[in-house]
Nanobody, 119 residues
Framework: QVQLVESGGGLVQAGGSLRLSCAAS????????MAWYRQAPGKQRELVAS???????NYADSVKGRFTISRDNAKNTVYLQMNSLKPEDTAVYSC?????????????WGQGTQVTVSS
């Protein structure tokens, strides 16, 4: 059984910072791409940032220059450093990872963590 557990969400004033973490645990053979998504009330889920094992990191245009995604492969953990937060960043943030547990690759999701930015 593989689990992704996020932490680090909360309430912050506009202009502030938060750091989200997402740790994968369980029977893990390998992890390829890891990513952060968000979903605001009444809106579709959107990709915030993704980081492959090797290759180009991808950011949504709305967060470029403010958010930084990183990963610690030894800890099976992905991070999202969020700076200069805006009220429009308010959403439930979820992490996702493509993981090979036994023989097969599959996409796993965390339960989500609320980020609220007040004006």
């Amino acid at each position: 059984q593989v689990q992704l557990v996020e932490s680090g969400g909360g309430l912050v004033q506009a202009g502030g910072s938060l750091r989200l973490s997402c740790a994968a645990s369980g029977r893990i053979s390998d992890i390829s791409i890891m990513a952060w998504y968000r979903q605001a009330p009444g809106k579709q889920r959107e990709l915030v940032a993704s980081i492959p094992t090797g290759g180009m990191i991808n950011y949504a245009d709305s967060v470029k220059g403010r958010f930084t995604i990183s990963r610690d492969n030894a800890k099976n953990t992905v991070y999202l450093q969020m700076n200069s937060l805006k009220p429009e960043d308010t959403a439930v943030y979820s992490c996702s990872a493509r993981i090979r547990s036994t023989r097969f690759w599959d996409d796993y999701w965390g339960q989500g963590t609320q980020v609220t930015v007040s004006s």
